[in-house]
């Protein structure tokens, strides 16, 4: 007893050990298993691949990660990266006037359905849900069905025929693609953005008001300024989830390689592991440069 409450004081007087053992073992499983498998496989992108014997030796070339500057490679990077950001950028569009309404206007039971109406969708299988969504954007599918209904066949038509869009239906072109992304990552969007909204004081709305301000100016003055926190915050998820998704790219669209799909078929179908590790610092470093942005937005302190 005597020992215990010895290490009880000393514990109570020295609360930076006591977090120090609390955090120990799950950091150390973290360097161990996490950081330390993904250090191993960068490390393999240092390896050559012998395109003759199908093998992989541990003669260190810098070759893989010049590879990825081939207009070939630098063009999935490109289109990964844009994807990424448009799929960002219309998930704050939508889910904003939903998680303004949540914050501002619900509370008890209606807020509890709103909640449970956004977080729905993620309860489904991933993959069920893009399969679900094929069916939807096929020739012949309930998205074609509403554009005849509503006489927008010719506007499609047009729109399928623009460069970087193409394809002959939703489900064959970058548009069907753009569309699954946002309906599959917009919860990630609508929280966030509905958390800071949540913490916007209603006496600033008062006050703006009391001053003079219109309503179109409160929102652009006040609202939107004080939710960007959030959205930055909502965007890290979708930019994240949209860089290293291979599903999604394997069943909606044209054919074109994604950074993920790129990874999958490198190391899948060709087993050309270093290759696919050059490819994995992609997503990496394009995380990390767009972490710093958004920290500068505050995104952090929303989260």
Do not use: C
């Amino acid at each position: 007893m005597s020992t215990l409450r010895g290490l009880s004081n000393l514990l109570y007087r020295r609360p930076n050990l006591y977090l120090a053992l609390l955090l120990i073992p799950p950091l150390t499983w973290f360097g161990a298993i996490y950081l330390g498998s993904l250090l191993n496989l960068l490390w393999q992108g240092f390896y050559t691949f012998d395109d003759f014997t199908m093998a992989v030796t541990p003669d260190l070339t810098l070759g893989n990660f010049a590879a990825l500057f081939n207009p070939s490679n630098f063009d999935i990077i490109l289109r990964t990266l844009g994807m990424a950001l448009a799929v960002s950028l219309a998930s704050a569009v939508l889910a904003f006037p939903i998680a303004y309404y949540m914050a501002r206007y619900t509370s008890g039971k209606t807020k509890a359905f709103f909640y449970i109406a956004v977080m729905m969708p993620m309860w489904a299988s991933y993959i069920v849900k893009t399969y679900a969504w094929t069916l939807l954007l096929a020739k012949g599918g309930v998205a074609q069905w509403f554009v005849q209904q509503l006489h927008l066949d010719a506007l499609l038509q047009t729109v399928l025929a623009v460069p970087g869009v193409g394809g002959s239906t939703l489900s064959t072109s970058h548009l069907g693609r753009f569309m699954v992304f946002v309906y599959i990552w917009l919860p990630f969007m609508i929280l966030p953005i509905q958390a800071s909204l949540e913490r916007l004081p209603p006496s600033l709305l008062q006050a703006s008001a009391d001053l003079g301000a219109r309503p179109g100016q409160t929102f652009l003055q006040v609202v939107l300024p004080l939710s960007i926190p959030g959205i930055a915050a909502g965007s890290i998820f979708t930019f994240s989830l949209t860089l290293g998704d291979f599903i999604v790219p394997q069943l909606i669209g044209p054919p074109g390689y994604f950074i993920g799909s790129m990874v999958y078929a490198q190391q899948g179908a060709i087993g050309n592991m270093p290759m696919a590790a050059a490819f994995t610092l992609v997503p990496i470093v394009l995380i990390a440069v767009y972490l710093s942005i958004v920290k500068r937005l505050g995104a952090f302190d929303a989260l």
